[in-house]
């Protein structure tokens, strides 16, 4: 997660969740299951808290029969981003999410479970009340980032002006922190904001 995130959990207005249970019923990650699975074993807590809750569907099809809008909505967001690899990905449906919609664990759910979802970029299913907000705070960062190259180019103009080493040094010290950063988004596609 970039530095323009680092509040985003504590901001999410937790309100918006309407309680449908579609993030708990369908879901998928970036990493393999295989993967998960070595990563737990190693004692990875990221990986040992998920295989607690969530169970493998046994194919694609066996996840769309749940919710097709939902996996449907998962791959074509991958393919988008051209993240899909349809050998690597698993879908998983949560063992505690009852009939109702609602958690049967709800008071001691994990903290992957209350900062659901995790991101602006999380993929989040059609219809979640997360939507729209999640849409703004990308926004808000593609402007941040926007930003940033603007400095970039006033810092160089400055750099290639000043004739003081250390003022140099300073000025290239602070575009690198900045060129970090807009790195840190490549994968949404910063290059191009
Ligand atoms: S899909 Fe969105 S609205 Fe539905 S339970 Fe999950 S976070 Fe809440
Ligand atoms: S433990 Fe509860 S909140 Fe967490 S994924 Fe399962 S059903 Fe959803």
New binding site residues.
Partial sequence: MGNYEENYLAKRPQHLCQMC?K??RV?TTSIPYKKLVEMSKKGDKGAKDFLS??VPYESIEAARKVDAGIVDNIINRLIDDGNYREDDITFYG?????DNN?????DT??D???H?PSSPWSIVPPGCGFEGWLFWKREEIKQKIRHSKEELLELKLLRMRTKDEETQKRIASVENKIMKNIEAYKKYGSENW
């Fill in positions: 249970g993030c708990c879901v809750l969530f949560c063992k505690y999410l009852q609602l958690c049967s664990r709800y759910r994990l992957l479970c209350k659901c």
